[in-house]
Structures are given as C-alpha cells and as structure tokens.
C-alpha cells in the first residue's frame, strides 16, 4: 500500500532563517507531488506541483521554493523566512497520466510551521 | 476562475442525528470532486471521490452525491457520532494538461455532541 511521510510535524524558526521540509511516498512509482499551504480562515492554497524529478512548477509568487531530487521525494524550502509563511503545510500525492485526470489524492499529515 | 463555497461554515448537532453537508462550485468542467475529513491539527484524510460520470458514492455512513450541471455536491452522514466531529472539506479537480489542480472550499466543521 502506498504512504506518504511529512516531517517535522512541527518548527518554530525565527524570521530570517532557512526552511526545508520534506516529504517522501512509499509504494508508488512517478507520482504527482503536491506542497499546499493551510492559513487560518484561507483554507488550502495550492504552492507547488511537480510531474516528475526536476519539475516543478509555481501556483504563486512566494518567499519558498521547491525541489524533487528523487522520484518520491520533494523538499519545500525558504532561504529566509517571513513571518507570513507562518502556516500548516501539506504534501499530497497522486497518480495521474496525461488525459487520465480521475485519480484520488492523498495527503500527508502536516507541518505546523510557526515563524517567531 | 473556479471558486468552490461549502455551507455551512460550521454545524452542532446531537448523536444520531443524520446531516447533509453542501458544497457548490462556480465552474462545471471538472474531471472529478473528493470529500475528506481534517481532524485538528492533522492531515486530510480522504473519504469520498466522485468522478464527473457519476452521481453518487457510499462508504459506510457516508454518501456523497454529484450534480455537475448545477454545480453542487452533498456530503450525507447517517446515524451521527461524536467521532464524526471534524472539518470536512471538499475540492475539485479542474484543470488542462497533465496536472489537474485541486480547488478546496472554506470546509464545514462539525460538532456531533453525544
């Protein structure tokens, strides 16, 4: 069966440090990776979405930044983070092939991410 | 631009009860809508997805139904339990290319009070 592992749960880091928060699947080979961010009274903002190693794509302009240097990895980082990136952060997964748009998503179970 | 609204914002109601949970959205062309459950602090678990051919799904206690032309989906919970307090969220898939991008609404949060 498939799983998808966030960590930390939790951070709290001062303005102006770096950030990275990883996520890894298990049980799936070339999944879409998703990084969303839940902020109190905005609900789910998708950040970035990859198709594959090295792609990545941006939904907003933003202090963070996202990589995917494995098949089933993908890492969300700040090189100095704003105390607006403040936030619960979500990975989710999916499988998806060009015209097969049909497939469930799944989510990882967060990082609250506190920045003081 | 899609825009996705889920109402009531918040509800309470007593063990037992049987509720419905409505979610519209502005846009019909959407390949598929997923309902999950978010317990405090946690993840999105996933408990429904309806594909954009279909009208309905079930799962135990819960049955989610799918009327694209209008714009509206509802989350049906029968005999409810305090276990049931959460907030549920809705999203569709809309989108062209390889990625379709999930839509979320605001949520419902539920209280079930035994």
Known sequence: SQTIHQWPATLVQPVGSPLSLECTVEGTSNPNLYWYRQAAGRGLQLLFYSVGIGQISSEVPQNLSASRPQDRQFILSSKKLLLSDSGFYLCAWNNERTGIMNTEAFFGQGTRLTVV | ?114
């Open chain 2, 1 to 114: 631009k899609q825009e996705v609204t889920q109402i009531p914002a918040a509800l309470s109601v007593p063990e037992g009860e049987n509720l419905v949970l409505n979610c519209s959205f502005t846009d019909s062309a959407i390949y598929n809508l997923q309902w999950f459950r978010q317990d405090p602090g946690k993840g999105l678990t996933s408990l429904l997805l309806i594909q954009s051919s279909q009208r309905e799904q079930t799962s135990g206690r819960l049955n989610a139904s799918l009327d694209k032309s209008s714009g509206r989906s509802t989350l049906y919970i029968a005999a409810s339990q305090p276990g049931d307090s959460a907030t549920y969220l809705c999203a569709v898939r809309h989108g062209s290319g390889n990625t379709g991008k999930l839509i979320f609404g605001q949520g419902t949060t539920l209280q079930v009070k035994p």
